[in-house]
DNA sequence: GCTGTTAGGTTAACATTGTTAATGTAAGAT
DNA sequence: ATCTTACATTAACAATGTTAACCTAACAGC
């Protein structure tokens, strides 16, 4: 036994398969409506194997979110580069836009559902928690620390949690406002994209000392 | 028969107490978890009654959610009263953000439910969509509507809907950021109030075309 | 090579959900 | 006195997440 071939039982790759299949699903037709024999069929098993790989639904949907917020980071590692801290505030905004945008029910179960207790990872929350190139928030509010250690906001923005918030908390609201209602006819609905942008800019320029350094968009 | 004795029945006022438990219920304890059967124990009555009353839970939600909406509207009218746009808007962020404190899981079914479906009553539209004395948003979006046209705001902002919207998903975001995840220890929340407050200011100021007539608060 | 453990699978069942069909009943209208 | 309608019941349906009981083949250690 040369310690490497661990592999029980030929390939054990079931669980991924499950993983891959429930976050298909989940993303087209929204968590509460997956059923567990649905997944299961796909992957051509019975319901009950999936209790071998996961605690029950809510484990699955845990674990998949823990994938996808890392994943969110890299994606704002890779697209929000610009070094000046404001300019970089604004193209994570733009980068969470388009995730939301390309992947709107993985957002909602992201964002927008209240997971009963939720049972974060160890390992998960150790390794992850405030490193910016693993924690989407912590990217976002090392650029607000940066903006503000720079002196580019107003003198009582100074806290970089509570600009990092504000931030985010204007787009998610955006957001989940299309989300949750735009398929009502309520409301005259503006397109999001163009709303959102326009909502971050203005925010920045009512954050910053000097207004007119605020970024634009055409 | 003095023509207006109606009432059907003693009083048909089943269908109010089906209505007023539903909504303690979904309050406490949220739309999904709460069942048809839990409603009709409470009430004393078996679950098949409901729907005599109501076509499915769906139905039960969007009425409840009219009648919460009109309160809604009815608070606005009652408490954002000033006479310049701009100030006026301000007032009604602050009318909405001490409704979503004092009431969060009515917010969280108002505004954060995805509701199956919606089949929203005609004459409830007729009567209500689009008059600032009814409807919520309407009364938010007359106020951008004045602000624009008295030359208040950045010419490029010339949309009520954009602009009412952009208000109403910024402040909504922040308090539903706090409702989803402030019970996770991930994230340092700030205080919601101040958070959401200086967010409406910090938006305000970026909106207008001169900056210094942005309200203030302690 | 035999044996025990265990990862990973199956079948069958359970309790709970929203919802509906079939039926009863009593009040108001004719 | 009879008909209609509003409102309630009982019983059942199909679908859900989940679990108990059981099977089976692969690996580990003797």
């Not at 429930?22 to 009950?48: C, K, N, Q, W």
């Not at 190139?133 to 976002?140: I, S």
């Not at 620390?145 to 998610?172: F, T």
Request: hydrophobic residues 40%; contains cysteine; proline residues 6%.
């Amino acid at each position: 036994m040369t310690t490497k071939e661990r592999r029980p039982h030929e390939l054990h790759d079931t669980r991924e398969k499950i993983l891959d299949v429930a976050r298909d699903m989940f993303a087209h037709e929204g968590y509460e409506s997956v059923t567990m024999r649905a997944i299961a069929e796909r992957i051509e098993l019975t319901p009950t194997a999936i209790y071998h790989h996961f605690k029950n639904k809510s484990a699955l949907l845990t674990e998949l979110c823990q994938a996808d917020f890392q994943k969110l980071a890299q994606h704002f590692n890779a697209s929000a580069v610009p070094a000046d801290p404001v300019e970089r505030i604004l193209a994570i905004g733009e980068a969470y836009l388009y995730f939301a945008e390309k992947h709107p029910s993985q957002y909602r179960f992201m964002f927008m559902t209240v997971i009963p207790d939720p049972e974060l990872d160890e390992d998960y929350v150790a390794t992850t928690r405030g490193n910016p190139e693993r924690d989407a928030y912590a990217f976002l509010r090392e650029a607000c620390r940066e903006a503000i250690e720079a002196g580019r906001l107003r003198p009582e923005m100074k806290n970089p949690d509570e600009v990092a918030q504000m931030l985010w908390g204007g787009v998610h609201g955006m957001i989940s406002l299309h989300i949750v209602k735009s398929h009502e006819g309520w409301v005259a609905w503006c397109d999001l994209r163009t709303s959102a942008t326009q909502l971050m800019i203005a925010m920045l320029r009512g954050l910053l000392k000097n207004p007119a350094e605020a970024p634009t968009r055409p």
